[in-house]
């Protein structure tokens, strides 16, 4: 389903839908989001509204330089951990199970969302929820889930 987004208000609702159904996607492990798109394209703000939507009280910031930032949630929406990463500066699949990826992907309490999936394509199941970006205009774009 291809849906444009022409503010940062509807893409915060676009992700408060995705979110409302994930409880329902929840398996033996971990459930794994693949936000693809170029820089600019909305994976970062979709994830901050997506956030918001389970009940995490911080402010999130896109985790570039440290890879990976994990949230507590309180289980309401079926999970108790928002696993962030950003694999932009991984070289392979091989870098990011440096990072207990194995084990969070065990896991099914958490939502693992990964911006840049295809860098790390190597580590990840060939059932990962896609979620695609492009870049419109400055106000504009098109998310498909």
């Not at 208000?9 to 676009?14: G, N, R, W």
């Not at 971990?30 to 936000?35: E, M």
């Amino acid at each position: 389903m291809k849906i444009l987004s022409k503010s940062v208000a509807e893409t915060a609702k676009i992700a408060q839908d995705f979110g409302g159904g994930l409880k329902e996607l929840k398996k033996n492990r971990a459930v794994v989001v693949g936000l693809f798109g170029d820089l600019g394209s909305g994976k970062t703000t979709f994830t901050q509204a997506l956030g918001r939507h389970l009940n995490i009280g911080t402010a999130m910031t896109s985790p570039t330089f440290v890879i990976e930032k994990r949230y507590d949630l309180d289980g309401k929406f079926g999970f108790k951990k928002l696993i962030h990463i950003d694999a932009y500066r991984l070289a392979s699949g091989n870098e990011i199970l440096k990072l207990n990826f194995q084990e969070d992907l065990n896991n099914s309490d958490n939502l693992i969302l990964i911006e840049w999936p295809e860098r790390v394509e190597g580590a990840l199941t060939d059932d990962i929820l896609r979620v695609n970006f492009k870049f419109i205009s400055e106000f504009e774009r098109e998310i498909e889930i």
